[in-house]
């Protein structure tokens, strides 16, 4: 599809993967050499969520990326509004379940 120079290396970026994956939930694992992070999509109603795509960084790349992540959500908020993170509903089928005491 497409190709873009950045920091002196060319990106190819082919159609299938310009057309991202959509998630709703990350899973980030590590060990003393890499972090890994899962990408799902949760589907209300569904008791399954499916993994779709796995990123593996070292640790110093995952660093990175949690500072760019950073400077992206500020430069964000500073232009579009600050982004809101709603608190979750309370649970109701926390009780004990039937036959339980």
Not at 54 to 71: F, G, M, S
Request: aromatic fraction near 4%; glycine fraction near 6%.
């Amino acid at each position: 599809m497409g190709e873009m120079q950045q920091y002196g290396v060319e990106i190819e970026l082919d159609a299938q993967v310009a057309e991202g994956v959509y998630s709703n939930l990350v899973l980030i694992t590590h060990s003393t050499s890499e972090f890994i992070v899962d990408f799902a999509n949760v589907m209300p109603g569904m008791p399954k969520a499916r993994i779709k795509s796995r990123v593996v960084l070292t640790p110093e790349h995952a660093k990175r990326l949690l500072r760019i992540l950073q400077d992206n959500i500020v430069h964000y908020e500073s232009t579009i509004g600050k982004i809101e993170i709603p608190t979750p509903m309370p649970n109701h089928n926390t009780g004990p379940k039937m036959g339980e005491a």
